[in-house]
């Protein structure tokens, strides 16, 4: 449980300011573990916040525009760093899909990839989840991840309602 969400809150701003600026120069494995770290860190975070009541549900409702590529070979511990060669890259389908489960995709990562563009710049992210490693693999880009990122940051709930779901006996709760 989180009790004091600023905590989890603002590094995920310091991130999205680091992920903008950043330039990963050629053969720099510190900053592209630094990346990974972050972007790990980050959807965790972001998860464990969408489970408590520290997130409006406009935040939570938020989609994401991710790109789709079939996959063509089985994947597996030892090719999934093969992205090129087991999915296919020119055949491309959109999908609008959650917070949560854009979340998900990261820290159930059965495929990660940053993409770095000419300029050393970060393009985005190949990654596909155990789950779905097998059915597809998901472009997610910079902007996508700093929205999130921002978003999230940002949001500031400012009461909650608590109302008892007689059928399971559970709170759900009503964020505003």
């Known amino acids: 449980m989180i009790d004091e969400s600023h905590y989890w809150k603002q590094p995920l701003l310091k991130a999205a300011t680091w992920l903008q ?10 900053a592209l573990v630094r990346l990974e770290r972050e972007i790990f860190v980050g959807f965790y975070a972001i998860r464990k916040l969408t ?30 760093h093969k992205i090129d060669e087991f999915y296919d890259l020119q055949s491309t389908t959109t999908e609008l ?9 990261f820290i159930h990562s059965y495929v990660y990839r940053a993409v770095i563009s000419e300029d050393q710049r970060v393009d985005g992210f190949y990654v596909s989840s155990d789950r779905s490693r097998q059915k597809h693999l998901y472009f997610v880009t910079r902007a996508s991840v700093l ?7 940002r949001d500031d709930p400012t009461h909650f309602v608590l109302s008892r779901n007689h059928a399971t006996g559970q709170w759900a709760d009503v964020v505003k």
């Open 97 to 105: 899909r959650d917070l949560a489960y854009l979340c998900n995709q």
């Open 51 to 80: 489970d408590t009541m520290k997130l409006t549900h406009k935040i939570k409702a938020m989609t994401f525009p991710l790109l789709v590529h079939p996959c063509v070979k089985r994947v597996d511990y030892m090719n999934c």
């Open 147 to 153: 929205t999130a990122f921002r978003s999230v940051g």
């Open 21 to 30: 600026r950043l330039r990963i120069k050629p053969q720099s494995q510190q």
